[in-house]
């Protein structure tokens, strides 16, 4: 069977039946938990979109005014609302007055085309123009500003979204050039754009799934590395990192710090302001150790008020100097309560790998011992073990 011989009609009925089942699928699938709201967000305006294309099926030889305006209105608001769901996985304001715009310049197009104003190629350019802009839109977002965090999930769903609107435009090209004004005309573009929907409307539903999902397995990830006070990495991770030093160090004989803060005083701190004031305290410190280490050092929790700090590729005298920078500058900065400043001071004890322990447990050790050296020489200094 030939493309020229398939029905139009049934094509596009298939284009519906995927578009409205994946819209339906997803606001389940989003449904289930607010995490995924921007996946039921997608399938509404997934629905929305369907039931335009759905009117775009049924009319009649008349073109109903109504109809047409509805379905219209429909398609480009259905894509505004897609663009708005992107926005909400993205943590991002969903104000949107570009599309706003659009769903304006497509009701007035149809309006114009209803008293002759404006040719039904005219009107059929402009809805399906606005629908490729939209999908640009979307591909700009999802590809070129893919966020961080699954990275991979979300350019592969931009690269669907790209071609999508590639199919858009050449739609376009083709409704201007007059080879096309109707979709449901039969031709052989018409035949081919159908089955491409069809086909990307699977593949983008797929890919917004896979964002969310990616997310969340990063997150949880994040989740089993980090703190949840804090943000600082937590034992286990520090241990991992501590591991990967050592064997680093073993292939270059290199050398690394191991740096342990502890908090001055901060019980008495803690019972006089309170344990939620105790816990912005601990947000702050780390804020300020990672301000002062490198960026390729490891910040983490060591437990309680006690914190600690790898440093790569560095020897015990400097590790002391960055340690007694970051000393100073949480002395200075202290912290604010209620309006009123309150010093706050660290001890801090260096150990550096090989010199000082050849495992975690020796290291550690070692500079808990010349942390504990610095909290009986009087607290708020460093000392280097």
């Known amino acids: 069977m030939s493309l020229m011989a398939l029905d139009i009609q049934t094509l596009f009925f298939s284009a519906v039946t995927v578009s409205f089942t994946a819209g339906v699928a997803a606001i389940y699938f989003g449904s289930q938990d607010m995490s995924y709201r921007s996946v039921r967000d997608w399938g509404v305006a997934t629905v929305v979109m369907s039931l335009g294309l759905a009117l775009v099926a049924v009319r009649n030889n008349t073109e109903a005014m109504v109809g047409v305006l509805i379905a219209s209105t429909l398609l480009v608001y259905g ?30 197009t149809v309006l114009l085309w209803r008293v002759d104003i404006v040719s039904l190629g005219t009107r059929t350019a402009v809805v399906s123009g606005s629908v490729g802009i939209i999908m640009w839109r979307c591909a700009w977002l999802m590809g070129i500003r ?3 965090s699954a990275r991979c999930s979300q350019r592969f769903t931009g690269a669907v979204y790209a071609i999508y609107a590639l199919l858009q435009t050449v739609r376009v090209i083709a409704v201007v050039l007059g080879s096309s004004e109707d979709v449901l005309a039969g031709g052989l573009l018409d035949i081919l754009y159908m089955q491409g929907i069809t086909a990307l409307w699977v593949l983008v539903t797929l890919g917004v799934i896979w964002m969310v999902v990616e997310r969340q397995q990063e997150d949880l990830l994040q989740m089993a590395m980090n703190d949840p006070l804090t943000g600082a990495l937590n034992r286990n991770a520090m241990l991992s990192s501590f591991e990967h030093e050592r064997s680093r160090c073993g292939r270059n ?5 191991v740096v342990m803060f502890d908090i001055d005083h901060f019980k008495r701190f803690n019972d006089t302001y309170g344990h939620l ?30 914190f600690m ?3 790569p590729d560095i020897a015990g005298e400097v590790a002391t100097q960055v340690a007694e920078r970051a000393r100073q500058a949480i002395q200075e900065r202290g912290f604010v309560v209620k309006g009123q400043r309150v010093e706050l001071t660290v001890s801090a004890g260096v150990a550096v790998f090989p010199d000082n322990g050849q495992d975690w447990d020796e290291l550690v050790s070692a500079a808990d011992s010349a ?3 610095a909290k009986g020489s009087g607290r708020n200094c460093v000392v280097l073990a």
């Open 277 to 306: 004031t105790g816990d912005a305290v601990l947000q702050g410190l780390v804020v300020t150790l990672r301000e002062v280490v490198r960026q390729h050092d490891s910040v983490g929790r060591f437990g309680g008020e006690e």
């Open 253 to 257: 004989q290199g050398n690394f710090a």
């Open 371 to 373: 942390l504990y050296n």
């Open 146 to 148: 893919a966020l961080p």
């Open 79 to 108: 894509m505004v609302l897609m663009y708005r769901s992107l926005l909400v996985y993205r943590h991002e304001s969903t104000r949107d007055m570009p599309g706003l715009i659009l769903v304006g310049i497509t009701i007035f």
């Open 309 to 311: 700090v790898i440093m």
